[in-house]
DNA sequence: TTATTCTTGACAGTAAAAGTAGAGATTCAT
DNA sequence: ATGAATCTCTACTTTTACTGTCAAGAATAA
């Protein structure tokens, strides 16, 4: 019943962009550094939550990556989905997917008493991570006096 | 983020427990032929729930598995927190756990804004399943019609 | 045109989950 | 007492998912 680490490094690196947000699109090699995680593997985070419209890319020198819409917009809940695939407790959920996938995973259909306890935990759980953006964790940040790291791209101007 | 079996076999194996209690414990064989469920693994789950208090047992003859408690008193997070060792979304989550075991996983200590999240998520869960008792579950069965088996070792007596 | 940065897909090591197995202990009925 | 039924304990195996690493390619800015 943990999350998995792309849900946890995901929200770190989303916030890590919002708390930082400059004009030039944020580098992997950056946020990887201020919150320790392997670059790598970001990457391949990144791309997960690239294709759920959460991201915007850009190539080549001085590209990187910038939050699709604005930090109050984006929801802990749409990071973690991203990340996570799904934010189901159980894969015995029927009729909650909406792609029509698979044949259902249950052997007790619509018999199934303990299947609702684990759909409705889904969906609370769900409702708080909507609860929370990207902005209520830059103010959080904020009150908690984190340090904003300057953009080294910038240096050479001041 | 999904439950382990072992909590979804607990719960459905306990519900079926208290959905055909009779005078008589309730045998290994017989629950998990009406649940599904391998007997020699719902052995190993019986023995958390056991520890964890849930359960009474009594070997022998005519032995078998009883409830603890009565259904109204046993709450699925009960079951859950048995079979799942605990119930946090994160490992790194300092500060909640009783025992005051192993050095802290999270690197960034008091300085994590994300941690507030998983451990107020993991709480919502937790109350959420604490709401829910085996007679809860058992109404619905009712409702819904759920058939309940004969106990095979009156049978002789009818 | 070159260095920088994201893109894509494949690969591997590790740990946890899920299930199997066997020998032992307790209890009841005879 | 004896034997069958049932739980108990521990160890083992198989499978799966997580957590990364790697390499080659494509786009972009200077």
């Not at 392997?38 to 294709?51: A, V």
């Not at 996938?101 to 409705?120: A, G």
Request: glycine letters at 8%.
């Amino acid at each position: 019943m943990k999350l998995s680490t792309k849900s946890r490094y995901g929200v770190r690196a989303m916030f890590d962009m919002a708390y930082h947000a400059g004009n030039l699109p944020a580098q992997i090699k950056d946020i990887s550094r201020r919150q320790n995680i392997s670059p790598r593997y970001l990457e391949q985070i990144f791309q997960d939550l690239k294709k759920a419209g959460l991201l915007k890319s850009r190539r080549g020198p001085q590209g990187g990556y910038s939050l699709a819409r604005s930090a109050d917009k984006i929801t802990v809940k749409e990071i973690v989905l991203a990340a996570e695939g799904e934010l189901l407790l159980v894969n015995c959920i029927k009729g909650l997917r909406k792609d029509g996938e698979s044949p259902p995973v249950c052997e007790f259909d619509n018999q199934c008493l303990t299947q609702h306890i684990w759909s409705e935990g889904s969906r609370i759980l769900g409702d708080y991570f909507e609860s929370i953006t990207l902005k209520d964790l830059c103010d959080k940040g904020q009150e908690m006096g984190l340090e904003k790291e300057l953009d080294h791209r910038f240096m050479y101007f001041i």
